[in-house]
């Protein structure tokens, strides 16, 4: 399956059959977690986590037997690099018909952290509990999604500018981009506030957040759903052969309040 298709099949998953993972698919996803890297150069190590063994609780999941925690030092973009990275695993999960969903505030905090053994100058961000979705969602998951409106996403124009942030993108600006900018919409994000703003400014694409949270000491969270969307970006541009690299090198772009750069993908002809 390609990965615009598993972006558009990824979903969230909180309703799991019980059922463990095979011995085949737990390999297959810590071999994922050894090679998720991401452009930022920041190291983020995965562990898979017993819930009974470590005492771990989620009060939106139903059925979970297993959570892939991660963490990370709190360097320079760590945020971003750790939702890359984090969702770049998602994706492979789904390849192998695992489920996942990025948790943050809804976790039993002080055992996931206990379980990943943390030490001075690390953090973690998020969990994902790891499984077989139930065939059925329980009624608590379809609530959630209702109330968050899952499905939904921002339209083209209110997330993709051009040169600047007056002039929204159209299809024709965003050329060879377009496959890989839809994959950016299609990005999850915690409540699905879908913070990222990108301006395509000829071969240098800039992403940016749209900050409307408060830091908290786990950091920026808002940056981790960028990473994320920066994740679908580049998995797709890299299947569609565009050739290039990330740099943070702030354009000078004159921003609205509250925005805040991120980093730009620099294509190489």
Sequence with gaps: MSIKELI??????????????????????????LNADNPFGVPVEFRLLDVKASGLS????????????????????FEVAFGYSFEKICLDALSIGVGTV?????????AFEKAMELSDGE??????????PSDKMSIR??????????????????????????????ENEAGDYVEALEAVRLAP?????????????????????????????LGDIQKLDV???????????????IDGK??????GIVVPNNICYIATFDRVK
């Design 58 to 77: 989620s009060p939106v999941i139903v059925g979970a037997r297993e959570y892939l925690a991660a963490k990370v030092m709190k360097t320079e973009n």
């Design 189 to 217: 994000s915690a409540g699905n506030g879908q913070p990222w703003r990108i301006v395509v400014d000829g071969d240098k694409i800039h992403f940016y957040e749209a900050k409307s949270m408060k830091d908290s000491p």
């Design 8 to 33: 558009k099949r990824r979903r969230s998953v909180r309703t799991f059959d019980e059922k463990p993972l095979s011995e085949t698919d737990r390999n297959k996803l810590m071999g994922y977690a």
């Design 141 to 170: 998951e379809t609530l959630m999604r209702k109330a968050l409106r899952a499905d939904k996403r921002k339209s083209s124009d209110e997330l993709f500018f051009f040169k600047n942030f007056e002039n929204s993108l159209t």
């Design 246 to 251: 990330f740099t943070v090198s702030n354009p």
């Design 123 to 132: 953090v973690m961000p998020l969990a994902s509990p790891v499984g077989y």
């Design 102 to 110: 990025m948790l943050a505030a809804s976790l039993s905090r002080s």
């Design 227 to 241: 990473g994320i969307a920066i994740a679908h970006f580049d998995l797709v541009r890299k299947e569609n052969g």
